[in-house]
């Protein structure tokens, strides 16, 4: 029933054999697999949990599954990539498969135009709630989005909002802290509310940083 997908038909035979059976790896491990399926993950990370208490080799099992599951989805997001207007359907694809196997790169590539034309959307049609709230469901997939929070942070600054504008190039640097240049907008937002004991932390920060990369 597993194998050939009829998920309604296995559930019922599985929980019984595992009221008589609860130290088979395999029935804990199948009853994981249908409640992922199911959309039930929660439910299946504790019937996988239970299956490697069973026998601790289950771990690489449920590994190899889990890819194999978002290999699968991710063959459906591009056939549905091919269809004209199954936007939603690569979208929903690539978010499924992204729940079995998250560091899926391919999936996270097919996801991430999707990602981005929301984020924009959002912001454009002022919903900035719902905008950041997308915004840190984006990050989850790629930190690269972090990058949003520049953008956030400049529109903030130019009108006239120091301190949310601090935050957000804060919220960027914390993700990023590669992009030392963050920490000028800091320091200038800080000087243009006369904290000046806080602007002149930020430039030493950017000063020390510089200097660290000019050694190495």
């Known amino acids: 029933y597993v194998e050939s997908h009829n998920f309604r038909l296995a559930e ?28 039930r993950f929660e439910q299946a990370d504790a019937c996988f949990r239970s299956a490697i208490a069973c026998h601790p080799e289950f771990t690489h099992k449920i590994d190899e599954w889990k890819q194999a599951m978002g290999k699968e989805f991710l063959g459906f997001a591009r056939y549905f990539k091919t269809q004209p207007g199954r936007e939603l359907s690569v979208q929903y694809m690539a978010k499924k498969g992204l729940k ?52 956030i942070g400049d529109s903030l600054q ?21 992009q030392i240049h963050l920490l000028k907008k800091i320091g200038d937002c800080y ?5 000046l004991e806080a602007a002149k932390a930020a430039y030493e920060q950017l000063t020390l940083k510089l200097q660290t990369s000019d050694k190495e």
């Open 12 to 39: 019922p035979l599985l929980k019984e054999l595992v009221t008589t059976q609860p130290e088979s790896g395999d029935v804990h491990f199948f009853l994981g697999c249908v409640a992922a399926q199911s959309n």
């Open 100 to 151: 079995f196997h998250p560091e899926n790169a391919d999936l996270k590539k097919e996801l991430e135009p999707f990602l981005q034309q929301e984020i924009d959307t959002l912001f454009q049609t002022g919903e900035f709630q719902q905008a950041i709230t997308a915004l840190n469901e984006a990050i989850k997939i790629n930190p690269q989005f972090a990058g949003y929070w520049e953008t």
């Open 158 to 178: 130019s009108g006239g909002q120091q301190s949310d504008a601090i935050l957000a190039y804060e919220n960027c640097f914390t993700a990023l802290p590669d």
């Open 191 to 195: 000087m243009a509310t006369d904290q």
